[in-house]
């Protein structure tokens, strides 16, 4: 093999290496560039995600709090009218409520001795 021949085939060689270098550089920067593009794609969505499940919360939770605030109002406004309904009714009826709460006492003490046996 002459010189020139082995200059020319270290030449090819290194220009092959040469390539195949750049290619894999060429390549190690595509793959890095797609999973970056990936792991924001993903982060992304996980943020919407955790967006959308934090309104929801915070929506049933107003709505749970509403309900709440409501049925307060509700037995308090008709807690208040039963008492001044039954108020109402022992002054007009004096006697029948006296009798009605000792018929009661009576049976409570019933109750509560049989319980003892």
């Known amino acids: 093999m002459s010189s020139t021949n082995a200059g020319n085939v270290r030449r090819e060689v290194n220009e092959a290496a040469e390539k195949a270098k750049k290619g894999a550089r060429d390549l ?3 793959v890095t560039s797609r999973a970056r593009e990936g792991y924001e794609t993903v982060r ?3 943020q919407a995600g955790y967006e959308q499940a934090s309104e929801y919360a915070h929506s049933a939770y107003d709505k749970a709090s509403e309900y ?3 049925a307060y109002d509700s037995v308090r406004e008709h807690g208040g ?4 309904s039954l108020e109402a009714t022992i002054r007009r009826n004096p006697l029948a409520a006296l009798a009605v ?3 009661a006492g009576v049976v409570l003490g019933l109750l509560m001795r049989s319980n003892k046996h």
């Open 28 to 30: 190690k920067d595509d």
């Open 81 to 84: 009218e039963t008492v001044e």
């Open 68 to 70: 709440a605030k409501d």
């Open 44 to 46: 992304d969505q996980a």
């Open 101 to 103: 709460a000792a018929g």
